[in-house]
């Protein structure tokens, strides 16, 4: 008889946006005049830039000819594609990261939530809290963690590292046994806060002396606007032998729908001695079919001269809303922070509403929706995240309801 995997039947029932679409949708049907704005979109909304339509539109044109048609494509990803970003994101950057230690996939969700296949089984894991949930439901689905403990809104076997103003969102190193899969997400989601470099180098030397892997999650290192932040762990010595880092042209580029994005696997970072870098070029799933040729060569032209300037007006579009709602949160007397290294404010609730209660007071009272705090870790309790994608009419509009409801 066929069994199931046990360890999903440990993930809680109902999905944090399932749960905010159902409340939205059953409000909107009691209130057919409400005109209801969303500052929860986790999704950007700016059209595709036009060097990289260009690109598209060449790519699909080549697809048809005897000589431009690409079957599967590499392992690893066009050669082009990795040589551009090897080049731009990192060498430029003084990061010395090779193209071959590059792997283009079709976005940084799956090699998140993929990444910990090639680990055993009995690793211990750390999540920063708040952060993406992803990371913990992917373990979990693995057996690396415990039961889910309702009460505690935590699964068992999961070091949750509290992230909240008293730390500027930047996790503690953690005390006792070291665990040996540590997830470090920055800029962060959902709390938009950022780490120093002597900060994160802190997280490298601790790694380095114990045997851990760091999984750095810098899907949103493009809004970085402040001199001197990192934008990849490998600003910091020593990281090639311990970090593995994620990137992601969803946000950065609008890729969400077309899907693109990398990981990298220094070829140093050798836990037990095992060839790390091998072994993910046999991982299952996105080795052929993770990211078509058309949609490489759309990646190469965002480094292009055209592209690289198309795609900094549409982050700035954003971060443009972002300072609109931190400065308005400000003005109306909210505790608010993030919103300028990354499209995500983080406000602290009101008259110590939970996250759940503030939902429903700001849906009530001003029409917005936003993301209740709790759907991301057991300490984003009692904070709320608002998000830069929508348009400027829509956030002016939301940031003017929540100052006069
Ligand atoms: C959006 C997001 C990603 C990546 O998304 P893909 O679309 O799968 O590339 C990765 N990490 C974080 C923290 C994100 O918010």
Redesign the pocket.
């Known amino acids: 008889m066929t069994t199931i995997n046990k360890n999903y039947l440990k993930l809680p029932g109902s999905y944090l946006f399932s749960t905010i679409g159902k409340k939205v949708r059953e409000y909107e049907a009691a209130h057919p005049d409400a005109k209801v704005i969303s500052l929860g979109i986790?999704?950007v909304t700016q059209p595709i830039a036009p060097a990289i339509l260009d690109a598209l539109h060449a790519a699909v044109d080549e697809m048809g000819t005897a000589e431009g048609f690409h079957g599967y494509a590499p392992d690893l990803g066009y050669a082009f594609l990795r040589e551009t970003i090897a080049r731009h994101d990192f060498q430029e950057r003084g990061c010395d990261i090779a193209p071959d230690e590059i792997f283009i996939?079709?976005?940084?969700?799956?090699?998140?939530s993929n990444i910990q296949e090639i680990f055993g089984t009995d690793n211990t894991i750390a999540v920063c809290d708040p952060?993406?949930p992803?990371y913990v439901d992917s373990n979990v689905m693995a057996g690396r963690t415990g039961e889910y403990d309702e009460a505690g809104e935590r699964f068992h076997g999961v070091v949750y590292m509290p992230c909240g103003p008293e730390n500027n969102f930047v996790p503690e190193l953690p005390e006792g046994e070291a665990p040996d899969l540590i997830y470090l997400?920055f800029p962060?989601?959902?709390t938009g806060a950022v780490i120093t470099k002597p900060e994160l180098q802190k997280w490298v030397d601790y790694a380095k002396k114990n045997g851990s892997v760091i999984l750095y999650?810098a899907?949103?290192e493009a809004f970085i606007s402040e001199e001197g932040i990192p934008h990849s762990i490998y600003e910091c010595e020593g990281a090639k032998e311990c970090a593995i880092e994620?990137?992601?042209?969803?946000?950065t580029a609008g890729?969400?729908g077309l899907?693109?994005?990398f990981t990298v696997i220094p070829k140093a970072l050798k836990p037990e001695g095992a060839d790390l870098h091998g072994l993910w070029a046999r991982r299952h799933g996105t080795k052929y079919n993770g990211a078509p040729y058309i949609i490489q060569r759309a990646g190469e032209a965002v480094y292009s001269e055209k592209g690289r300037a198309q795609i900094r007006q549409q982050i700035a579009h954003y971060m443009e809303n972002a300072g609109i709602i931190s400065e308005g949160l400000k003005e109306a007397g909210y505790e608010a922070s993030g919103g300028v290294n990354a499209p995500y404010i983080w406000l602290k609730t009101p008259d110590g509403m939970t996250s759940w209660e503030f939902f429903d007071h700001l849906l009530e009272k001003a029409n917005i929706v936003g993301t209740p705090g709790s759907g991301f870790g057991p300490h984003g309790e009692h904070f709320f995240r608002l998000t830069a994608f929508g348009s400027r009419e829509n956030t002016l509009e939301a940031i003017d309801r929540i100052k006069t409801m």
């Open positions: 986790g999704d996939s079709d976005g940084a969700k799956c090699d998140c952060v993406y992803v997400c962060n989601n959902p999650d899907a949103y994620f990137r992601s042209f969803s946000k890729f969400t899907r693109l994005g």
